[in-house]
């Protein structure tokens, strides 16, 4: 019977069967690439103000976790259950209710780890176990702190070379207009989902199925239709007729004169409408049908004084996509050069060649293995200095 090691080695088709469904090896050449990214993107965080946290792989599991459905839960030695960190808000928001319950706000913090989901049809590849980094600014809720989101989003993905174009949207707007129209209960629900899919057929649907009217049909048609440039805000301000609704349209637009870059909006957009409190965005970068960024403003339970909310808002980058998008414009690797010794290593390595030292003397040994690990030249010193070697010479 075959080892397993013999099975890796000889099948490489049948390596995934080897790892859980939904994770996957990163590769010497790729896993560079990746900490080259993640050292780009800290750092351009760092230079808006934003320090860097670490929360716990473990939490403790809740029902009233965003993610609670999806995550891989254990129990522990003592009985408890606890779950794999499946997203970074809700994590960042205990540590500063820990860690941070006066502030001073606002305060500005990055982060960058691992995601686990048992499930995940949305991520690049279904993958089970992902990365992001990311930022969260808490404790203020103006257009400028929206504003400084965007810029900042913007100037991560200009940090690590993706060209992106921005959406905006306010889940708010459209339960506000829901709510205007005389909308509750299962009928409110039902349409925010046929709207944020922008399906005018199930609205159409909807509208048979609870008896609601021709001007309200028109309404919820007119939502869907709520994507494009500034003049979108127009068609959003003619459909605001309660104060919930106007003061979206109000922020949308004090948010867009402070940014004052390229925007498309999507107030259509519904999903989780019951978890952000204002202004999302998201990142699209050609060629993905899944954002590269996405964030938004939210409010963090028993954070604020005397135990209210405390509001919150962020983005969070998935290194997978990030990868997926840079690929082609991604560098090749440098060159990987033979040294004999340790002074030859050195000398190569100021030239900006990455070095591997030799083991042994065997020069026949050497020269095979440089042939199998695509090395071309090898590095010496002696007498009259530094000296390099084609393998093949």
């Known amino acids: 019977m075959p080892s397993v090691s013999a099975a890796f080695s000889s099948d490489p088709a049948r ?29 351009c965080f760092g230079r808006w103000g934003y320090r ?31 779950a794999l960190r499946s997203e970074f808000t809700t994590a960042v928001g205990r540590l500063v209710r820990a860690r941070f319950p006066q502030g001073p706000f606002p305060l500005r913090l990055q982060y960058s780890g691992r995601l686990w989901l048992r499930a995940l049809s949305s991520e690049l590849g279904r993958l089970r176990e992902f990365n992001q980094l990311g930022v969260e600014l808490i404790g203020v809720e103006t257009p400028a ?40 209960g299962p009928a409110r629900a039902a349409l925010h989902d046929a709207v944020d899919r922008k399906s005018g057929a199930d609205v159409d649907l909807l509208c048979e199925r609870f008896g609601l009217g ?31 609704a106007q003061e979206a349209v109000a922020h949308l637009r004090a948010v867009a004169c402070l940014y004052a870059g390229p925007l498309l909006f999507d107030l259509g957009v519904s999903r989780r409408y019951d978890y ?10 050609a060629g993905l049908n899944q954002p590269v960024l996405g964030g938004g403003r939210y409010a963090l ?7 209210g909310a405390l509001p919150g808002a962020g983005f969070a980058l998935g290194l997978e996509r990030l990868m997926r998008a840079l690929a082609p414009m991604l560098p090749p690797e440098p060159e990987v050069v033979l040294a004999l010794d340790l002074k030859a290593a050195e000398a190569a390595r100021a030239q900006g060649l990455h070095a591997e030292l030799a083991w042994t003397d065997d020069e026949a040994q050497l020269r095979a293995f440089c042939a199998a690990r ?3 030249r090898m590095v010496g010193s002696g007498p009259a200095g530094v000296t390099f070697t084609a393998v093949g010479a």
């Open 52 to 82: 860097g946290v670490e929360v716990p792989a473990l939490e403790y599991a809740s029902p009233q976790h965003p993610q609670d459905a999806l995550a891989f839960k254990l129990i522990d030695s003592g009985g408890q259950v606890l």
């Open 214 to 244: 021709l001007d309200t049909r028109r309404t919820l048609h007119a939502l869907t239709d709520l994507y494009g440039g500034p003049e979108v805000l127009d068609a959003a301000q003619a459909l605001a007729q309660g104060g919930r």
């Open 301 to 307: 339970s028993g954070g604020g004084p005397g135990g």
């Open 145 to 184: 702190a929206d504003a400084e989101l965007l810029h900042l989003a913007a100037a991560a993905l200009q940090a690590v070379g993706v060209r992106a174009q921005v959406e905006v949207g306010y889940p708010g707007f459209v339960d506000a207009v829901l709510e205007d129209a005389g909308l509750h």
């Open 276 to 285: 952000y409190t204002g202004l999302t965005f998201r990142a699209y970068a």
């Open 15 to 43: 390596l995934s069967a080897f790892i859980p469904e939904g994770t996957r090896d990163v590769l010497p050449p790729e896993w560079a690439q990746r900490e080259a990214i993640r050292a780009q993107l800290s750092a």
């Open 374 to 376: 695509g090395i071309e």
